[in-house]
């Protein structure tokens, strides 16, 4: 699985990516968007709906799944609205993709 995670959190970064590398994704840089399976984004990040919304525009039929904070519902419809095809907390994200990633395998 080919996998673009959008975060400005490194520490989160090398944590995530490194638990989906073991599981066998392929982890893209952010010019290789076209190839990815699946796009992660973390709302937390620096304009991570405007990113959403034009991920969607540029791939309609992209997986784009949309993690953040479970208490910011507000957060959550505004990613929706954007375009977010799937919604997760924060503390889930990392075993929601590997359950994924699996189930690929």
Known sequence: M???????DLMSRVRIESRWKVAGAQLLTDRAAADADLIVVDLG?????????????AYPAMEIL????????????????????QLVARGAVTDKVLTRIAARA
């Open 45 to 57: 990040a620096r304009g991570a709906l405007e990113r959403i919304r034009s991920l969607r525009e």
């Open 66 to 85: 949309a993690f953040g904070p479970h208490v910011d519902a507000d957060r959550f419809r505004e990613a929706k609205a954007a375009g977010a095809t």
């Open 2 to 8: 080919k996998i673009l995670l959008l975060t400005d």
